[in-house]
């Protein structure tokens, strides 16, 4: 029997016992220092897009339901996967306006949050509030109730393409503000979930309009 096997395995515990002690304080006083650059309030920016971004995903949201209410569609998928990332990160911004104390709701709806940037506004932002402030529903790129409704009594082919048409809109009329919020919002959190809003709607675009396109062909072919 080898007596010295325990007091290598005792050695070897101390030194693991050290190195997790070592790294324990190297990554606490990381998490420390990273707690301490991250405001503890938001800013006008963090809330407003929270906000308006919520409405923006509720419409989303519902097209995207009333495409999977069990008719034939080819674009069944691409209203699932809409539905989907739209769900969670709806979930995710309804959760900050909570933790907040923040309206869930604003009505009615206010863009203003975009003139709390850092830099002033450019003549793009300029021209984007104003169609905002000149579209129905308050924010460019929303359907009209009417527009959504639609998507219950069309049927076929027709159906699909006033799905793609308002889905377009609706990505492209989102897509300006979500930028802002990516370069203006304040809280990390905020920055990282805008970013990833921007990455994903613009895929989704590029086969919304890569489905018109199909479409117009196969229409043109017949």
Not at 189 to 212: D, F, G, H, T
Request: proline share 6%.
């Amino acid at each position: 029997m080898n007596i010295r096997t325990p007091t290598r395995i005792t050695k070897l515990s101390a030194i693991l016992i050290a190195v997790l002690a070592l790294l324990a304080g190297v990554l606490g006083a990381g998490w420390w220092r990273a707690s301490q650059q991250i405001p503890i309030k938001p800013n006008a920016v963090d809330i407003g897009f929270a906000q308006a971004m919520s409405r923006h995903h509720q419409q989303a949201i519902l097209m995207a339901q009333l495409m999977l209410d069990g008719r034939p569609t080819p674009l069944k998928a691409l209203a699932r996967n809409i539905a989907g990332a739209q769900m969670r990160e709806l979930g995710e911004m309804q959760g900050w306006l909570k933790l907040w104390n923040a309206p869930l709701v604003v009505w009615p709806p206010n863009m203003d949050w975009m003139l709390q940037g850092r830099n002033p506004p450019d003549a793009s932002l300029k021209q984007y509030l104003l169609d905002c402030s000149r579209a129905p529903s308050g924010m460019v790129g929303l359907a009209t109730d009417v527009d959504v409704m639609k998507l219950r009594t069309l049927t076929g082919r027709a159906r699909d393409a006033h799905f793609l048409a308002l889905m377009r809109a609706h990505h492209e009329g989102g897509l300006p503000m979500t930028r802002f919020a990516a370069n203006e919002a304040q809280l990390p959190v905020v920055q990282r979930l805008a970013k990833n809003i921007v990455r994903e709607q613009s895929q989704e675009l590029y086969y919304l309009m890569r489905a018109q396109q199909a479409m117009k062909d196969a229409q043109a072919a017949n």
